[in-house]
């Protein structure tokens, strides 16, 4: 018996372990730079997005694709900064490749370099990452939820965020 819950201990432990060392790259990433006045930080909780969807099942709203993609968000991380954007960039994309995303696209051009990731659960994409390294400026959007990618591109629209634009990629 004593065998059994020592063996039962160990196995709690190792799963408890593994649950933190898998904290997302993100959430580390922001953890890391949220109070760093360097950076602009946005957070919209899961809260905002169930009040979002409250109030459409309220009211008729003219555009049902964009009320679906933020009915089914949970939430949206935005970090941002003009101060070394490079080194951000390189630092946000090692977290990302030793983590749980796999490279969904990338675009490079003059002046930016875009990569988009995703963390997904079968056909559902459980979370994108927006990466936007230039010159002049760094930029890492996380969205969690249950994200369609066909159909986050109507967030470019909505949200007036330096690198946002880049959503609309994913529709083709």
């Known amino acids: 018996m004593k065998t ?5 201990i160990v196995i709690a432990t190792v799963v408890a372990i593994q649950a933190n060392a898998q904290q ?11 109070d760093d006045t360097r950076f602009t930080a946005v957070y919209i909780s899961p809260k905002v997005f169930d009040m979002i969807s409250t109030l459409t099942k309220e009211q008729q709203v003219k555009d049902k694709e964009l009320t679906e993609v933020l009915t089914n968000l949970k939430g949206i991380r935005i970090l941002s900064t003009e101060t070394t954007p490079k080194a951000f960039f390189q ?21 930016e370099n875009v990569r988009f990731f995703v963390r997904d659960d079968g056909p559902v994409v459980d979370e994108l990452i927006l990466l936007v390294g230039g010159d002049n400026s760094f930029t890492v959007m996380s ?6 990618l066909k159909k986050i591109s109507k967030l470019s629209e909505s949200i007036n965020v330096d690198g946002a634009e880049h959503l609309e990629k994913l529709e083709k």
């Not at 630092?91 to 002046?111: G, H, I, P, Y």
């Not at 969205?143 to 369609?148: M, P, S």
């Open 24 to 34: 997302d790259a993100i959430t580390r990433l922001f953890g890391k730079y949220v």
């Open 4 to 8: 059994i819950n020592i063996f039962f």
């Open 143 to 148: 969205f969690t939820g249950k994200i369609d």
């Open 91 to 111: 630092e946000a994309l090692k977290s990302l490749e030793t983590n749980k995303f796999d490279l969904l696209m990338q675009v490079r051009d003059k002046t």
